[in-house]
């Protein structure tokens, strides 16, 4: 049956007598509308009021912000601010063994095998990653200082470089990476609790899939990663300073759990198997490429804990404490991990006739092929001590840098423990799952993303190390005072950021050719050398822009002003009794107090300079005193009390 369209078409004269009613519905759908309209708005408004109201309570405050008003609520809570004499509780052992702790994780178990992929023997990829490793270690020392000092983190040390509120990209740069790491970090812990499970029922195993082939985790994973995060954010109630002893803990469980699967694997294997013996099978130019990329790649890895090292290095109850614990304890803890991993991966050879790198699929291979008591108990206790290992793998590089960064984005309601459960949620609202099966380039991004944190870390370095000589004017880091010293243009550095920009310029075309985007083979090799182009650029160009367009804090390079080690106002007296050294030396303190000092045999009147001149708005003011009484925003909040540092030594500012 054909079914024909029929149109018919109607002069516009018989529609006159209808167009008085046309219009009366349009224009009463359109008042319905608009009325609609202004009650959503009206309720929405109300809404934002009754939350506004709500946000001003107290108790959705975080502490330390009473006193804190205006724009400064963007800038300052008791969290962010340097850390009080008690919460310094970590020394030379402690850094040395959270790097164990830190890098007891399933990526770093297999760390050289991608270079093993590409024709170099075990021995040369360990010896490369070692070798990055230990340049990067000197880095994080290095960018770290600042926050060994002052004990203040990451986020806060931005905003002397970048400026109070041009700190917040950088600081949102690393947050956001956290937050995708510590998802990362989830599904590995995820898999280690499926382990554990699997040892208990054969079912977990035969879970339905209800995942679908892009994701990363079945079932039962998923089972594991919600046993997982949970007990991750039962840690995380902890506080940080309190941590010291779950560090050596997690040392101790590393070490039996890496020892225990090593020897019982070789055991079944019956030795090492051939792939820790078999030469590489690259020679001459293509060797020495592999090599020089592999080593540069081993420090590149590392970008983030250079960038943020200053998160970890806050709390060390001395300064110099920080200085052989990273040196020492990244590289060799990182070369321990790697090498029980390569041995461990190259017997899976013998056991099934291919190289398994990653020790969770390892155990669950063990576990198919033989599900007796003793296999089981063996694969449950190591499968256990390996998620211990990942929950505080994923607390230390992930959850404390993103809690940080969160906490100093938006202080007035987010506590630093706030952040931490914040990055958690996300965490798993991101799906990681998903992401690490289906998102190669996802992946790729991620590994490229060294070009970006190496110019933040180059700015950092030059800023304290060069142009403050070692000072930070700690209460102008929480104020949005237009004569503060880091209020810079609208508390924008522009010269921080032109560094910024430039420094990841002479990457970026290598950076979207390892995202898939062809280039020469000469962009390709360039493009090994990323991070510390990235850094040396960013580093000379704001150095540069520094001396032509001088900051308000800025010293000649023959002054160190750096402080002994920093103190809260309130604890001076305390540090002082304990022998544990001053804000400021001897000589220094008799220049600022104006008596007698010997020198050459003289005695020397130091008298205040009554002429000293007062920075103005203007961020081009030529020369600013610290020996003066400050401004509003010079002061230190803490709690009902106002203190003024009334006792620093002159800032020198060369004048344009």
């Known amino acids: 049956m054909t079914y024909l369209s029929v149109h018919r078409y109607y002069p516009i004269d018989s529609f006159i007598p209808c167009f008085p009613l046309i219009f009366f519905s349009i224009s009463i759908n359109i008042n319905i509308s608009i009325a609609f309209v202004a009650y959503s708005l009206k309720m929405f408004g109300n809404l934002f009021g009754l939350l506004r109201q709500k946000l001003r309570n107290p108790h959705f405050e975080a502490k330390g912000t009473a006193n804190v008003h205006g724009k400064d609520n963007w800038l300052d809570n008791d969290d962010i601010r340097p850390l009080k004499l008690a919460d310094r509780t970590w020394n030379v052992w402690t850094y040395l063994t959270f790097w164990f702790s830190a890098t007891s994780t399933v990526s770093t178990w297999y760390a050289a095998s991608s270079a093993q992929a590409l024709g170099l023997s075990m021995w040369e990829s360990l010896l490369c990653a070692f070798g990055g490793q230990c340049l990067i ?9 600042s926050g060994a000092v002052y004990h203040i983190g990451y986020p806060i040390l931005n905003r002397a470089a970048f400026g109070v509120f041009g700190a917040w ?25 499926y382990v554990m499970l699997h040892t208990l029922s054969l079912r977990v195993a035969n879970f339905k899939n209800v995942m679908g082939e892009g994701s990363a985790l079945d079932s039962g994973g998923m089972l594991g990663l919600g046993i997982f995060w949970i007990l991750t954010c039962c840690f995380l109630i902890i506080p940080v300073p309190k941590m010291k002893g779950l560090v050596y803990a997690k040392l101790i469980v590393f070490i039996i759990s890496a020892v225990a699967m090593c020897a019982w694997t070789l055991t079944m294997a019956g030795g090492i198997g051939p792939v820790a013996r078999q030469p590489g099978t690259v020679k001459g130019t ?12 081993g420090a590149a890895n590392c970008a983030t804990f250079a960038s943020n090292a200053a998160d970890f290095q806050r709390y060390a109850r001395k300064p110099n404490d920080v200085i052989w614990g990273n040196i020492v304890g990244f590289p060799i803890s990182n070369l321990i991990v790697a090498i029980i991993g390569n041995l461990v991966g190259s017997s899976s050879q013998v056991l099934f006739g291919e190289v398994i790198w990653s020790p969770l699929t390892y155990l669950d291979r063990i576990l198919e092929r033989t599900y007796d008591a003793p296999t089981r108990a063996g694969c449950f206790f190591i499968a256990a001590c390996f998620a211990y290992s990942a929950i505080f793998s994923s607390i230390f590089e992930n959850s404390i840098p993103a809690g940080n960064d969160i906490a100093a984005l938006f202080p007035k309601y987010i506590s630093i423990r706030t952040g931490f459960f914040i990055c958690a949620v996300i965490s798993i609202v991101i799906q990681p799952w998903y992401l690490l099966k289906s998102a190669v380039i996802f992946i790729s991004f991620l590994a490229s993303y060294q070009i970006f944190l190496s110019a933040i870390t180059g700015v950092l370095l030059c800023h304290y190390f060069i142009i403050a000589r070692g000072f930070l004017n700690i209460p102008d880091l929480y104020t949005s005072d237009k004569k503060a010293a ?28 390892n995202m898939g985007v062809k280039a020469p083979m000469g962009v390709t090799r360039a493009y090994y050398f990323a991070y510390p182009i990235g850094l040396f650029v960013s580093f000379m160009v704001y150095w540069g822009l520094c001396y032509k367009w001088p900051v308000r804090i800025q010293y000649a390079l023959g002054e160190w002003m750096e402080v002994k080690d920093y103190v809260r106002e309130e604890e001076r007296g305390e540090r002082e009794g304990s022998g544990w050294g001053s804000m400021v030396s001897r000589e220094e303190r008799a220049v600022i107090e104006g008596v007698v000092r010997e020198k050459g045999g003289a005695s020397v009147k130091e008298e205040k300079n009554e002429t000293d001149l007062a920075a103005g708005d203007n961020e081009e003011s030529g020369v600013r005193y610290r020996g003066q009484e400050m401004s509003v925003g010079e002061k230190w909040r803490s709690g009902d009390a106002v203190y003024i540092y009334s006792y620093l030594v002159p800032i020198h500012i060369r004048s344009i």
């Open 137 to 145: 270690a000197i880095v994080i020392v290095f960018n770290g200082r």
């Open 169 to 193: 990209w950088p600081t949102f740069n690393r947050a956001v990476m956290a937050i995708v790491w510590n998802g990362v970090n989830m599904v590995q812990g995820g898999e280690c609790i």
């Open 286 to 297: 293509e060797r020495t490429w592999l090599l020089v990329r592999f080593i540069l790649l």
């Open 486 to 513: 880091y209020h810079y243009t609208g508390g924008w550095n522009w010269r921080a950021y032109a560094a910024y920009v430039i420094g990841i310029i002479p990457n970026f075309y290598g950076f979207l050719n």
